[in-house]
């Protein structure tokens, strides 16, 4: 199995979590998820999350910071 980074959004406002639900036409459709993706070949994981971000809310991430644990198994 290949192995490959990803990255993830956890956005919270007023103590609520926002989850996005999944295409129905793709893998696990209409399961729920904190919106994200895989990191391409020379992305850094900043770029990465506001690419993500982007694509699937069309929102523009002004802000990011680092998980407060770094969940990497490398």
Not at 8 to 30: D, E, P, S, T, V
């Amino acid at each position: 199995m290949d192995k490959f980074d990803v990255v993830a959004a956890i956005i919270m406002k007023n103590g609520k979590y926002f989850i996005a639900q999944r295409n129905r036409n793709k893998h696990m459709g209409l399961s729920w998820e904190f919106p994200g993706g895989k990191v391409e070949k020379g992305e850094t994981f900043e770029i990465a999350l506001k690419r993500e971000i982007k694509e699937e809310l069309n929102i523009c991430l002004l802000y990011t910071s680092p998980s407060p644990r770094d969940l990497s198994t490398s």
